[in-house]
């Protein structure tokens, strides 16, 4: 479980400054940032956070899977917990 959410950080530290600053542009034109800080997180920020990823740290990858997780899984939490974020603060506000 911790080298799950040692993934997790690893991607989302790609993935949250690129939403951040997708929001704050939209925010300066008078859009809504919550919804464009999370749909970004869910969608454009997270393909592009694995990307480069993939780029950038490829031979990681072989620790995961020798911890038993294949990339399938770890992609999946990932986004999983993303979109549990995201629906909670959907449903509050």
């Known amino acids: ?8 950080k690893q ?6 400054p690129f939403s951040l ?3 704050l542009l939209v925010l ?3 859009g809504s940032f ?3 800080f999370f749909l970004p997180l869910l ?3 997270f393909l592009l956070s694995l990307y480069l990823y993939q780029v950038r740290y490829a031979n990681q990858y072989f620790f995961y899977y020798n911890l038993g ?5 770890l992609i999946g939490f990932t ?3 993303n979109a549990s974020i995201a629906l909670v603060y959907f449903l509050i506000f």
């Not at 479980?1 to 997790?8: A, K, Q």
């Not at 997780?69 to 899984?73: A, G």
């Open 1 to 8: 479980m911790r080298s799950l959410f040692l993934y997790y």
């Open 11 to 16: 991607i989302n530290s790609f993935n949250i």
């Open 21 to 23: 600053s997708i929001a």
């Open 28 to 30: 300066s034109e008078r």
């Open 34 to 36: 919550s919804v464009f």
């Open 43 to 45: 969608t454009v920020g």
């Open 69 to 73: 997780l294949d990339k399938l899984k």
């Open 79 to 81: 986004f999983g917990i």
